[in-house]
């Protein structure tokens, strides 16, 4: 081998080095990334399941409408919280940072529950379907899945209406079945 030739060898040694250890910081830098990515999802996940059990001021004045038909308006909502009918108000760029969230003013939230028990005994919201209403049953993976249904009563739990149904089929009586899972025949 010539001197050249040696040189050569050694250059293209000291490139490939220098290549593997400029990849092997990137993949470390990539790897300290994917951890942090990682966490930042795990804590935008547990928000975005703490977030469902809360109602802002706008949610509340929809739900109003879908039930009722009635516009309802922000300071409705705004003296409702003040005399504590909604529960504890949070403010929702606070406790829920990881979430994005609209543009503007301070975002009170309030607990479903509450909200939905307020506004029920109040009469400003009331079950999809009435007592002998028949509904077909929309729950797959069950032995009752499309099947006809008559209502025998609803109730609200939490922040939802369950029903008890009886199946027109076998007279099979079927608790808690949530509203999602029912539409009107």
């Avoid at 543009?103 to 309030?110: A, I, S, V």
């Avoid at 028990?117 to 069950?142: A, E, H, M, N, S």
């Avoid at 079927?174 to 009107?184: G, R």
Wanted: glycine content about 4%; aromatic content about 10%; hydrophobic content about 35%.
């Amino acid at each position: 081998m010539s001197p050249n030739q040696m040189e050569e060898i050694s250059l293209l040694r000291n490139d490939i080095e220098g290549q593997i250890e400029i990849l092997e910081k990137r993949i470390l830098d990539d790897q300290l990334t994917l951890q942090s990515l990682k966490l930042r999802l795990k804590e935008l996940i547990i928000q975005e399941k703490e977030r469902a059990c809360y109602l802002s001021s706008s949610e509340i004045l929809d739900l109003i409408y879908e039930h009722t038909g009635k516009e309802s308006n922000m300071s409705t909502i705004k003296r409702w919280s003040d005399q504590g009918f909604l529960g504890e108000a949070i403010d929702e760029r606070e406790v829920f940072w990881a979430l994005k969230t609209k543009q503007g003013k301070k975002r009170f939230l309030y607990p479903k529950k509450q909200v939905y028990q307020f506004l029920y005994d109040k009469k400003w919201i009331r079950p999809r379907f009435d007592v002998l209403d028949r509904v077909k049953i929309c729950k797959p993976g069950t032995p009752y899945h499309e099947e006809a249904a008559v209502v025998v009563t609803s109730r609200l739990e939490l922040d939802e209406f369950l029903y008890t149904l009886q199946t027109e089929n076998d007279f099979l009586v079927l608790q808690d079945i949530t509203e999602s899972c029912l539409s009107l025949i």
